[in-house]
């Protein structure tokens, strides 16, 4: 295991918490953004959550990865969605986004053990 995905999650919702404290308008009109884009519609939230998580791995976000993860998960994605995600993911964004695909890959494996332990 590289990383533990489900504590930084954790940690950056702490961290998360003092931007939104320091910038309030600003994070109450990210807020409403992401409400916006994630509502279902002629998507629903789990085919949000694996295009984010997509994009997560492409544009090479850790963060993004641990919350888009947790995120698709909860909303009913399997690991074989998460797969065919990532492969999406490797064509768009080639070598580098491989060793992303693997992490995220492992955030799902961990955030899935802590959501339905053996």
Same mark, same amino acid.
């Given at each position: ?20 404290? @320091?910038?309030?308008? #600003? +994070? ?25 998580? $997509?994009?997560? #791995?492409?544009?090479? %976000?850790?963060? %993004? ?10 909303? @009913?994605? $399997?690991?074989? !969605?998460?797969?065919?995600? +990532? @492969? +999406?993911?490797?064509?768009? @964004? *080639? ?10 890959? !492992? ?6 053990? #802590?959501?339905?332990? *053996?």
């Amino acid at each position: 295991m590289n990383k533990d995905w489900p504590q930084m999650a954790s940690d950056l919702t702490g961290a998360i918490k003092e931007v939104r404290l @320091g910038t309030p308008e #600003v +994070m109450k009109a990210f807020s409403a953004m992401a409400q916006a884009a994630t509502k279902p519609g002629a998507l629903d939230a789990k085919t949000k959550e694996l295009i984010a998580l $997509a994009i997560s #791995v492409a544009i090479r %976000c850790d963060g %993004c990865i641990a919350f888009h993860t947790k995120a698709a998960l909860s909303h @009913g994605a $399997a690991r074989d !969605e998460i797969m065919e995600t +990532m @492969g +999406m993911a490797l064509y768009m @964004g *080639a070598g580098p986004s491989l060793m992303y695909a693997a992490q995220a890959v !492992e955030a799902y494996d961990q955030f899935a053990a #802590v959501q339905n332990p *053996a």
